[in-house]
């Protein structure tokens, strides 16, 4: 059974849908830059109209409506709010526009999750150094600030930063995600560092100042997979998927859940990596300083985007000084998971069960707010997608077990996503919505797909089970 006040929800992120790329006064942000340049996307797609939703919110409103959502996860695009990346111009448009979306929202008994950060840097901040510059953390903070003032008496739920991994490792080691930067081995590790640094003085803002009257909570949502040995009885397999899960997960959870500072079996691995590879200058996974707030207890809830799971062995190590050389572990598919659309996404939901039992054991059994997960399709559309039906009973079945037999604390499950959007370097190519997005019509169309029509009925299932409204 799942609680009374469980939040059911979709996602959704501002470049991914919205669109109105230079409407209104929004400034240049750096996935605008880094869609603009040639060879970066599938089919040098953009997110210049996307789903329009910067216009056409009335519908996306009518979409969560028809699902019965009770929550609602979108992220602020920084650069519509404050263009130059500071609060000494703001773009009162933009806070219009989300001033509607919140009240609309609240006006239908939906409560909106909020995500300050969701891959969009405004261009103005990345000029400057963007998140490998240590002074990003404080204008990260303005930011944050001016949002809680702004919007923090009807926002309840925050999350500071989205797959700081992500952005880390895709946007300044691989150079596959704006701002495409390809540095291994140093530049992600001090953007995650930033990352950090930065959520952290966000959430004690939060606290300091807004808390006390706001009554919200605060997270950062962390990606991860679930990670298993390839052989169960084999000590190299097992020591493997140790370092993968530090490297992936505990990157960010371990210092803002156990102990303020990364985790050691990190830390050794790339100095030991360092050191073999003639490295000799100081650590290449930055110390945080004292003399800044503190990283320990900078969540109010574990917010997990889970997707897929490997089976793991050691290897995958380049011999060059880069994040897979130092995490030397190599992940593989077990051929017996189903892969939904795109090559990456194996369907395992009993992965989920398996990774909220390791979050409650690791991390103090936290409340946990599963805030993305979804399947994939790719190719011809299929309207009636009973693979995904399938996908998405399947795995509330999972997190059902995992409150009920496992003790988890799971507040709440967002799908992702509401809307087939932009998906980031795969352009429009991967639909993941519970809603089709005809991108080949001029007025955006939006059509339920079966898997929305079936949420919808868990939803109310469960509504009529609770009492629920």
């Not at 909106?112 to 969009?120: A, C």
């Not at 510059?133 to 009807?154: E, H, L, V």
């Not at 003085?201 to 679930?226: C, E, P, T």
């Amino acid at each position: 059974m799942f609680p009374l006040d469980f939040a059911w929800g979709a996602g959704t992120a501002a470049y991914q849908i919205e669109g109105g790329w230079q409407a209104d006064g929004k400034g240049p942000s750096i996935w605008d830059t880094f869609c603009h340049e040639k060879g970066r996307v599938f089919k040098e797609q953009n997110g210049d109209v996307a789903c329009n939703s910067f216009e056409l919110w009335e519908k996306d409103l009518e979409c969560i409506q028809l699902l019965g959502l009770t929550h609602y996860r979108l992220s602020l695009s920084w650069a519509r709010l404050l263009p130059d990346g500071t609060a000494r111009h703001v773009n009162q448009k933009g806070v219009q526009y989300y001033n509607k979306v919140i009240d609309d929202l609240r006006a239908c008994n939906v409560s909106p999750m909020v995500t300050l950060y969701h891959f969009d840097l405004p261009q103005a901040l990345q000029d400057q150094g963007g998140w490998k510059s240590s002074a990003i953390a404080t204008y990260f903070d303005n930011y944050a600030k001016f949002c809680f003032q702004t919007f923090g008496d009807r926002v309840k739920l925050w999350i500071t930063i989205n797959e700081p991994q992500v952005c880390a490792k895709l946007g300044h080691e691989d150079g596959i995600h704006a701002p495409g930067l390809k540095e291994p081995g140093i530049a992600a590790y001090l953007v995650g560092h930033n990352m950090l640094r930065a959520h952290a003085m966000a959430w004690h803002s939060y606290n300091s100042f807004y808390r006390a009257k706001q009554k919200g909570a605060v997270s950062l949502a962390i990606n991860s997979d679930w990670l298993e040995p390839l052989h169960p009885d084999c000590h190299e397999d097992i020591a493997a998927t140790e370092r993968d899960l530090v490297f992936t997960l505990g990157w960010f959870a371990w210092p803002v859940f156990v102990t303020g500072d990364y985790p050691e079996i990190m830390r050794s691995a790339i100095d030991s990596q360092s050191k073999k590879l003639g490295y000799h200058g100081n650590s290449r996974l930055p110390r945080f300083s004292k003399d800044e707030p503190a990283i320990l207890g900078t969540a109010d809830f574990f917010a997990l985007n889970y997707y897929t799971s490997r089976k793991v062995k050691p290897g995958g190590g380049c011999g060059q000084m880069c994040m897979k050389s130092d995490r030397d572990a190599e992940e593989v598919l077990d051929p017996s998971w189903p892969i939904s659309g795109v090559s990456w996404l194996a369907v395992v939901p009993h992965g989920l069960r398996k990774l909220l039992q390791y979050i409650k054991d690791t991390f103090n059994n936290p409340a946990v707010y599963i805030t993305e997960n979804g399947f994939s399709q790719i190719g011809p559309l299929q309207i009636e997608d009973i693979q995904r039906c399938k996908f998405y009973s399947d795995t509330i079945l999972e997190v059902a077990k995992a409150i009920e037999e496992d003790g988890v604390n799971v507040r709440g499950y967002f799908a992702w996503s509401l809307l087939d959007n932009f998906e980031w370097a795969d352009g429009f190519s991967v639909r993941f919505g519970l809603f089709h997005v005809d991108f080949c019509d001029g007025k955006l169309s939006r059509t339920i797909y079966r898997s929305g029509r079936e949420y919808a009925k868990i939803i109310m299932k469960y509504k009529r089970e609770t009492g629920a409204q």
